[in-house]
């Protein structure tokens, strides 16, 4: 487990490698979208542009939405103030369980590092001692 709690500063720290993840998925989002908007316009031919173009219109959409939600609504931040976190989100996706921390702006901080029984018990145990609840 990769989350650990300094006591004197009151702040949660998270080394999972979260924070690159996002960022090379959000450069991935935009080339997507770069792409979608250049290529039928440089590209394509008129005939292509009927069916094609359709196709990358939908794209693009598909990019701005997915950036615009891991902008607005997810965080990667390593560190955490205590006063910043509302609970800790526990969801079942596929049968496995997933964490979340939920904070007071409205953003979501995955753990993705949570993965066997152990490490559950362990982070529960941690924010049950922090004093932050477990939904």
Same mark, same amino acid.
């Given at each position: 487990?990769?989350? #650990?709690? *300094? /006591?004197?500063?009151?702040?949660?720290?998270?080394?999972?490698?979260?924070?690159?993840?996002?960022?090379?998925?959000?450069?991935?989002?935009?080339?997507?979208?770069?792409?979608? @908007? =250049?290529?039928?316009?440089?590209?394509?031919?008129? #005939?292509?542009? /009927?069916?094609?173009?359709?196709?990358?219109?939908?794209?693009?959409?598909? &990019?701005?939405?997915?950036? %615009?939600?891991?902008?607005?609504?997810? %965080?990667?931040? $390593?560190?955490? #103030?205590?006063?910043?976190?509302?609970?800790?989100? $526990?969801?079942?996706?596929?049968?496995?369980?997933?964490?979340?921390?939920?904070?007071? *702006?409205?953003?979501?901080?995955?753990?993705?590092?949570?993965? *066997? $029984? &152990?490490?559950? =018990? /362990?982070? #529960?145990? =941690?924010?049950? @001692?922090?004093?932050?609840?477990?939904?």
């Amino acid at each position: 487990m990769k989350i #650990k709690f *300094n /006591e004197t500063e009151k702040t949660i720290e998270i080394k999972d490698g979260l924070k690159k993840q996002y960022l090379l998925m959000n450069i991935s989002l935009v080339f997507t979208l770069v792409n979608s @908007v =250049l290529f039928p316009i440089f590209v394509l031919t008129k #005939k292509q542009m /009927e069916w094609m173009g359709f196709i990358w219109i939908i794209i693009g959409i598909f &990019s701005i939405l997915l950036f %615009t939600y891991q902008t607005l609504k997810k %965080t990667a931040s $390593e560190k955490l #103030k205590l006063s910043e976190i509302r609970s800790l989100s $526990e969801k079942q996706v596929f049968g496995r369980k997933r964490f979340s921390l939920k904070l007071k *702006n409205g953003k979501l901080r995955d753990l993705i590092d949570v993965k *066997n $029984e &152990s490490d559950i =018990l /362990e982070i #529960k145990k =941690l924010f049950k @001692v922090i004093g932050i609840e477990t939904t």
